[in-house]
């Protein structure tokens, strides 16, 4: 008989291991709290490991990617104190990472749970929550309810992967409470799509005010709509939580007058779907307890400034396939393989995305002005290469469809 997982969570990493688990000759059955799959979502970074992994996958034909083309005087821009914008080098400014949304990458990895040609697409079941899980010898057995009925049943599994999130419902169900795990950056970031560029800026222009301990960023695509981010440090999570979002947001930026913090902010008053939460990396000594396996945000969350979130997730959905593949009789030594293979890579995340924090938001004055004086010889020395090399940047070959 198949083997059968219950995946936790229609994300980036419960698809992933959906679909690395499939490939395994295992059964997966998807469950998401919400009662509909989210579309749409904010500025990612695909870097090549994510890009190698969704190869693995098999999704690579139906990712789009979003590169703008590159132009000599590069496509991202610095406003400076009083507000002049001054060239700054961008992420997409050298060869690897590819511009995509949230929405691109679950896209891809959905219709191939859902349309990939095989007899049998992979089962999901939305409004589902697990609501008790209980291990043995023999199976996993998990008890779970359905928001639109209350009904609650329960069904066995060979597996469970918790693929649910930064506050993960099976890791504290099975692992412990979130302050176990949590690592608190007293930071808070506010992600969301604008409906037009900033006034007097190109629409592939990306744009940054990083001032210290609060930053604006604007991301420009090549055939989309541009996404914001606003990210600041501060001492009291708990107050970022009270009151109105936009007035707190608004408090917090006060002072900062320039053309990106106004166009962002009055354009957060409608903004549809917006992400506003604290930074925390998670961080765990064993990501598997018995038949019970973590995955992405629930296991090793990198946060938003490491860049490799997405990337870390598609890995970790590969791996795991290529891990229960490679050990089909003992699923205590495929787990032990997978996180063996796996750990050094998000331990090094993990590591410098305190360096990288830097550069999305400084920590004072001195850290903002070095950020700068960095970015500064970094871009002359890329750009110089970029020029002589060619007069277009093009997008790393990822995409097979366009849009």
Known sequence: MQKRALVVGLGIAGMSAAIGLRRAGWTPVIIERAAERRTGGYFIFLFPEGRQAAADLGIADHLHTRNPAWKKGGNTWALDRRGNPKPELGFLDQPGPAAVLRGDIEAALWRSITHDGVADPVEVRFATT???????????????????SGAQYRETFDLVVGADGLRSTVRRMVFGPDEDYLTDWNAMVCAFQLKEHVPSFAPTDTVVVPRAKRAAWVFGFADHAPTTLLTYRTDDIQKQFSGSRIEQLRSVYSGMDDPVVRH??????????????SVHQVQMSRWSSGRVVLLGDAAWCLTTYSGMGASASLCGGAALGKAVQEHPEDLDDALNAWETGLRPFITEQQRTAKIKQQRFVPSSKAAAALRAFILGVARRIIHRRLVAESSGHPAPAVSGTAR
């Open 264 to 277: 962002v902010l009055d354009s957060l008053e409608d903004a549809p779907d917006v992400l506003f939460d």
């Open 130 to 148: 697990p609501i008790e899980i209980v291990q043995s010898a023999d199976g996993v057995q998990v008890l779970l309810e359905s928001a639109g």
